[in-house]
């Protein structure tokens, strides 16, 4: 795992006097010898040390975290000079993302305007109202830093450094009211909160004042109640994380989760350090004995102890990976598991609060219910498009006020409110793209407006609609989805406009129109009729096509995507011979959309909403026949699991009913093998008979449903097996009693 973040050390010393404060009241006692500012020489070392792994490992971005004891005890000249150094270093090399932890007392503007310069994002510490705050976070005289806080934050809540305000950091104290903490931190606006468990080991366990072990878990999960009730409106990492490893995504913290760690610690003599939270554990827990004039950053990253922490789930005690919650869990932070005699190789500490908040949490979020769509595919088409539509509002609210978002939402209201437009705005969420283009939106992946803004003007020209929008284009190819590529004289801002069935977009370097003359390049989409009465869209042209495992082909020639037409209704006549139950079924995939792949890369599902597949440019039609109802099955169970709850997430059901599926959609793809059917057959069987052994509940309505479905398909394929070898057996026979 390459390291990506610096934990930077450039003051040892605080002007708070927390009693929970890991540097200066745990274990580890080295801050008493190290200096109490960093050098400019070491600064220098540092930074040129990050810079050459940066460059070594081509990394294309790292993050610098600016710590102490309290950072902003440097002065805000010094700060200058720390954050035009490094940036002055590492930026020609990567993109630094510049961070800084600080209890927010001093914060003024003349630091804000340093942090402004550099885009410092800044994170304060705050562990919620007056009376939460002060029973840990005092000044040295025992006086309430509450008030200085709350100046500091809304100081950088003024508009003038609002985009540095990156969140606030609580510390966990279950003798505080937890609706309250969260509520005196949310009317604060933070983009973001994160609610820290207290470092603690075996040796030195965190206090449970009413003896529960679970009573950080339940804490935690009133303010999840209370996040939730708000509509989550302030990002909460820990909440999110669970959220995420519930659903299959990654961890969004070290404190949980499995991923490796990618984080180095420098103090402020130069010394390299492993995670700051192993102070809490002994007294030179976090050592290494490297330090910048000697070592580095590659040389650190192979210390054995950096080395324990990305190891994942061969890191954790066999009691974690027995455990049913280890991906969310993650074993907790590396730190809390320690304990004299057996080091980091326990469980965490909070163990039972770990699981209980997991389980807690995936129990919030399950639905039980029984969806329509697992007992009838258009019903589940139905929820593909409904959850798109509801991605739409939820995307364009994370980008209000940013250039070009809340033209492309009012254009959307207008054409989906409008029921003579209604129907053209349902064709292009049913896209399977669109779907694709709107989840990068969601994590981040896509920024811009641009996908929506073109999905919005294709519905406007198909239904003939007014409409004008401007975005940012990214590339002098506009592509309208469904329809066709328009070919712009040059890339970047373009004002578009629909009028009368007729678009025309104005850039920098010229104006085009469609339909235009003979000079207007437009390259339309094809479709292809295919037997059984389908048309199915050939996309070879939509930027955002490629969300599939291999790579997607260049458009298409006349030639080559005449022959690929060809190919597509040979395999579709094939199919219409088949018999019409397995082509109806539930598991029969309803294709509307095939793009062409790579030559060689077979036929394959990629990252995209119901309907569509990818294609190897030189398919054999037998292939795709082949193929089509493992594929098929695969796309219904990740389209259901999209719209409806199949299990209480985090537990063995759903990946049992995922195996069962997946062998029956195997034993589907081997038909006229009958070893490689028969083994995937009994492995489906296996996986049914242990799903029928899980304790009642960890399949909602749905997934019970699905169970029954699968158990029945399963029987049905044994039956066809049985009659296939009883009828080779009496073709074997007949064959001998001729001879």
Not at 313 to 319: E, I
């Amino acid at each position: 795992m390459k390291l990506q973040q610096l934990v930077l050390k450039i003051h040892s010393r605080c002007d708070l006097a927390c009693d929970h404060c890991y540097v200066y009241e745990h274990a580890d006692q080295s801050w008493k010898s190290r200096p109490t500012l960093i050098s400019e020489e070491t600064l220098g070392k540092v930074a040129r040390r990050f810079a050459d792994y940066a460059r070594e490992e081509k990394l294309s971005s790292v993050s610098v975290i600016l710590h102490g004891g309290e950072p902003l005890l440097v002065g805000p000249a010094r700060m200058r000079n720390i954050c035009a150094e490094l940036d002055r270093v590492i930026t020609p090399v990567t993109a630094l993302d510049l961070r800084i932890h600080t209890n927010g007392v001093r914060l003024n503007t003349r630091y804000l305007d340093v942090f402004k310069e550099f885009d410092v994002k800044v994170s304060i510490s705050l562990d919620g109202d007056r009376a939460a705050n002060d029973r840990h976070r005092r000044d040295r005289r025992g006086r309430s830093s509450h008030e200085r806080v709350l100046r500091a934050i809304e100081l950088l809540r003024t508009p003038e450094y609002r985009h540095l305000y990156s969140g606030l950091l609580c510390t966990v104290d279950v003798a505080n009211d937890p609706v309250a903490v969260h509520d005196a931190l949310a009317t604060l606006h933070p983009p973001r909160v994160d609610y820290l468990l207290p470092h603690s080991t075996w040796d030195s366990p965190p206090p449970r004042p009413d003896g529960s072990p679970t009573a950080y878990a339940d804490w935690l999960l009133k303010i999840f109640d209370r996040w939730d009730e708000q509509g989550r409106s302030v990002g909460v990492r820990t909440f999110e994380s669970v959220l995420s490893t519930l659903r299959g995504g990654p961890p969004l913290t070290e404190a949980m989760g499995l991923a490796p760690s990618d984080l180095a610690v420098v103090e402020t003599d130069g010394s390299f350090e492993q995670a700051d939270s192993l102070k809490t554990a002994y007294d030179g827990a976090p050592s290494t004995g490297y330090d910048v004039d000697g070592h580095t950053f590659a040389e650190f990253a192979r210390h054995p102890g950096v080395r324990a922490r990305q190891l994942g789930l061969a890191g954790v005690s066999a009691t974690c990976r027995r455990c049913p919650v280890i991906e969310s869990c993650g074993g907790g932070l590396y730190a809390h598991r320690y304990s004299t005699g057996h080091g980091f190789a326990n469980p965490s500490v909070f163990c039972a609060d770990l699981k209980a908040f997991v389980d807690g949490v995936a129990e919030r979020i399950t639905d039980h219910t029984l969806s329509p769509a697992v007992r009838d595919r258009h019903e589940l088409g139905y929820a593909q498009g409904e959850l798109v539509r509801t991605l739409v509002p939820v995307v364009t609210a994370r980008h209000t006020g940013e250039p070009g978002w809340d033209a492309v939402w009012r254009a959307f209201l207008a054409l989906d409110g409008d029921p003579a437009t209604a129907p053209y705005v349902d064709e292009i969420l049913a896209h399977p793209y669109l779907h694709t283009a709107l989840n990068h939106c969601l994590h981040g992946r896509l920024t811009e407006p641009a996908p929506l803004a073109r999905a919005i003007t294709a519905a406007a020209l198909r239904a003939g609609a007014d409409l004008t929008l401007s975005w940012d284009q990214p590339d002098r190819d506009l592509h309208l989805p469904t329809l066709g590529t328009l070919r712009l004289p040059g890339a970047g801002p373009v004002d578009v406009s629909v009028t009368a069935g007729e678009l025309r977009v104005r850039t920098r370097a010229g104006t085009v129109s469609f339909p235009g003359d003979e000079h207007t390049s437009w390259r339309p989409l094809r479709t292809a009729a295919v037997a059984g009465g389908g048309l199915l869209l050939l996309d070879d042209a939509d930027p955002l096509r490629d969300c599939y495992p291999v790579p997607v082909a260049a458009p298409l020639g006349p030639s080559d995507l005449a022959m690929f037409t060809k190919r597509l209704r040979g395999a579709y006549e094939l199919l219409a011979e088949q018999d019409p139950g397995e082509r109806s079924g539930g598991n029969a995939p309803t294709l509307t959309t095939v793009t062409p792949l790579a030559a060689g890369t077979g036929v394959r599902l990629g990252a995209h909403g119901l309907g569509a597949i990818g294609l190897a440019v030189d398919f054999e039609p037998e292939d795709l026949v082949r193929e089509l109802p493992r594929a098929g099955r695969l796309a219904r169970l990740r389209a259901l699991r999209e719209t409806a709850d199949l299990n209480v997430p985090g537990n063995r059901a759903g990946r049992l009913l995922d195996e069962a599926s997946g062998e029956l959609g195997n034993a589907a793809y081997w038909a006229d093998e009958h070893g490689e059917r028969d083994a995937a057959l009994e492995r489906a069987g296996r996986a049914l008979d242990l799903l029928a052994a899980r304790p009642a509940g960890e399949l909602t309505a749905t997934g019970a449903v699905l169970a029954a479905e699968l158990r029945a398909d399963l029987k049905q394929a044994r039956t066809k097996t049985q009659t296939r070898t009883q009828a080779h057996v009496t073709r074997a026979g007949q064959a001998s009693d001729h001879d």
